[in-house]
């Protein structure tokens, strides 16, 4: 008996149909953006976590900076692949109650639910951008390998306006009536 692999998208679909795959949505600038760097990140923390394990293993003893920056990798992976799943709608969300009903109801809990996000991100970017001066103007130091902090944290209102931009592309599509 074989099973049927295939995700579920027929959740996708209805939300935005002039998307003819919700794998590749119609957006001004391409997913491929997010993706590539959402990979390149990930195998950088995959090689830097492998060959801190090696050591540790070969020599009793570990890197101590590999933990700072897999943090931070940790952190940019998240931002750069949750833009990607905004614009795919992949986000967590309770298809009955979102999708269900009719399409009145649904586009208004669409643009309701991309309106909150879009103000917690420009919250977030304008906070973090706050964090990120701070940490520019104190010349704090990262504890490890002693680089300055605002090296790190100048990636997270970067990425939060990327994630604001790309939900106002979303909401810009849905009030053009998309639906």
């Known amino acids: 008996m074989a099973q049927n692999t295939n995700l579920n998208r027929s959740a996708v679909a209805p939300l935005l149909p002039d998307d003819p795959d919700p794998d590749k949505p119609n ?5 491929q953006l997010e993706d590539c760097l959402s990979v390149a990140v990930m195998a950088v923390l995959a090689l830097i976590t492998f060959t ?17 920056i897999s943090v931070f990798l940790l952190i940019v992976l998240t931002m750069t692949a ?4 905004f614009v795919r709608h992949l ?20 643009l309701t639910a991309n ?7 420009i919250l977030l970017t304008v906070l973090s951008a706050r964090m990120a001066y701070d940490d520019y103007t104190w010349g704090d130091t990262s504890p490890a390998i002693g680089v300055p902090s ?22 810009r599509r849905l009030l053009r009536g998309v639906r």
Do not use: C, Q
């Open 27 to 31: 957006v001004t600038v391409p997913l």
């Open 52 to 68: 801190n394990v090696v050591v540790r293993y070969m020599t009793d003893s570990s890197f101590a900076w590999t933990e700072e």
């Open 82 to 85: 949750s833009s990607s799943a």
């Open 91 to 110: 986000h967590i969300r309770i298809e009955l109650v979102a999708d269900g009903g009719p399409s009145s109801r649904t586009r208004k809990m669409a």
């Open 115 to 121: 309106t909150v996000v879009l103000m917690f991100f």
């Open 150 to 171: 605002w090296w790190y944290s100048i990636w997270m209102p970067l990425l939060s306006t990327a994630i604001s931009l790309r939900v106002i592309g979303i909401l």
